[in-house]
């Protein structure tokens, strides 16, 4: 247009148009090449960290090549048939300083350009050595300012005798100055989305802000060390602390709520909780272990009833008549039902309670027999069996057909991946 001296016609413009695109389609496709490079390993991730980082990369790589191909195909003819009047040059009043100064810079590296680039390649290899002894973790800890405290009971705990545990457990970390307010959740929700038994609560802790503190210059970690240090004193309870978001995020990842997890496989538990406890002391030996844990699939107290054939034979009974009488004495048998309405529900007899949950009542509990005289009489049960609590499973989990038990742990002052290894290191050799 300045050339001509009058205003380009709409074919010159865009054939002008053209050119322009045609001069700039290589740096243009190389600057987007660069830029999805970078991306390009994000797409071999696999696993959680895989499905949580592909559409990201997959968004960021579409929308890069969707706007170079817009940027070399209708922006360009956009401009030409939109601007059909008189176009003037201009630029801003920093861009000729910055054009001169980039011009020297430029010109001072290609005179010493053997020396730049034995620099960049040196720094290169310098990054390289650094990142062989850099740590590694999928996600970095965040700090979320509020802190979640997991605490497990003996299996079997009640929910009253639960609940009298907690509220102590509350009223000592409430009595800490840094911490705003304490609240628990206890057991199993009205939403079953995350079913525990009465033993187990989720407790909250909320700080106050910082500008609150006694000592503002105080750590997180010095009030978490206050923390453990009451907790510890607290009898009847295991614990796991960590943070509210980093809880659920490891609980979506591995099943489990600390940062690490160990699973043992077999067919017999007692066999894998003693690897799993074997593990456990393993893996309390590393530094930066935190609260290493065995899962808590036993100590649940049982009654075990065990007949003793000989004595069931000579009062002239069988093994399943004695089931009949426990099983009516112990779990009840219906003895009709009651209507109230459209609705039935079955009436169902049994000991009390009081009898059923103590040990001598039970052995003391009569079974009929027949007497050598053809008269009815009755045996006390813990002449025909053998009565016990013993100590039983909890829980039994699998995991594809296998009998499982999980060691788990959190991890303090240190990266992940550098523990992960050296935890496997351990247990391989």
Do not use: C
Not at 87 to 92: A, G, I, K, Y
Not at 402 to 420: A, C, E, H, M, Q
């Amino acid at each position: 247009q300045q050339q001509l001296g009058r205003s380009l016609s709409r074919e010159e413009r865009l054939d002008t148009a053209a050119t322009a695109t045609v001069e700039v389609i290589r740096p243009s496709i190389f600057g987007i090449g660069i830029i999805t490079a970078v991306y390009l390993p994000i797409f071999a991730l696999e696993g959680v960290e895989g499905r949580m980082f592909h559409p990201m990369a997959f968004t960021v790589v579409f929308a890069l090549t969707a706007a170079m191909l817009l940027s070399l195909t209708f922006v360009p003819a956009m401009v030409a048939i939109g601007f059909s009047g008189k176009v003037v040059e201009s630029e801003r009043a920093f861009m000729p300083t910055l054009r001169s100064r980039y011009a020297s810079a430029l010109d001072w590296a290609i005179a010493r350009g053997v020396k730049i680039v034995a620099v960049a390649v040196a720094l290169v290899f310098f990054a390289g050595a650094l990142t062989t002894r850099m740590g590694s973790e999928f996600i970095p800890s965040l700090d979320e300012g509020d802190y979640a405290l997991h605490a497990l009971r003996i299996p079997g705990t009640s929910l009253t005798q639960s609940v009298a545990m907690q509220r102590q457990l509350e009223r000592r970390i409430a009595a800490i100055p840094e911490v705003d307010h304490v609240f628990s959740k206890i057991g199993t929700a009205d939403l079953a989305n995350d079913p525990m038994p009465p033993s187990v609560a989720d407790t909250f802790i909320i700080f106050k802000p910082r500008a609150e503190w006694a000592d503002p210059r105080k750590s997180q970690a010095e009030v978490i060390a206050a923390i453990q240090d009451v907790i510890s004193k607290i009898p009847g309870n295991n614990y796991e602390l960590t943070q509210p978001i980093q809880m659920r995020f490891n609980e979506l990842m591995t099943g489990v709520r600390s940062d690490v997890a160990i699973k043992v496989f077999g067919d017999d538990l007692d066999v894998g909780l003693e690897l799993a406890e074997r593990v456990r002391s393993i893996v309390a030996g590393v530094p930066g272990a935190e609260d290493p844990q065995v899962e808590q699939v036993t100590g649940l107290p049982v009654l075990v009833i065990e007949p003793d054939r000989e004595a069931i034979a000579r009062v002239g009974l069988s093994v399943s008549d004695l089931q009949d009488v426990v099983r009516a004495a112990i779990g009840g048998v219906v003895a009709g039902t009651l209507y109230e309405g459209d609705r039935r529900t079955p009436i169902v007899v049994r000991l009390q309670d009081s009898i059923r949950g103590d040990i001598d009542a039970v052995r003391g509990l009569m079974v009929p027999v027949a007497g050598a005289d053809g008269m009815p009489r009755a045996v006390p049960l813990g002449e025909l069996a053998t009565v016990e609590v013993r100590v039983g499973p909890n829980q039994i989990n699998r995991e594809d057909g296998k009998r499982r038990v999980v060691v788990t742990t959190n991890v303090n002052d240190r990266d992940l991946g550098s523990f992960i290894a050296e935890v496997r290191q351990r247990l391989e050799s």
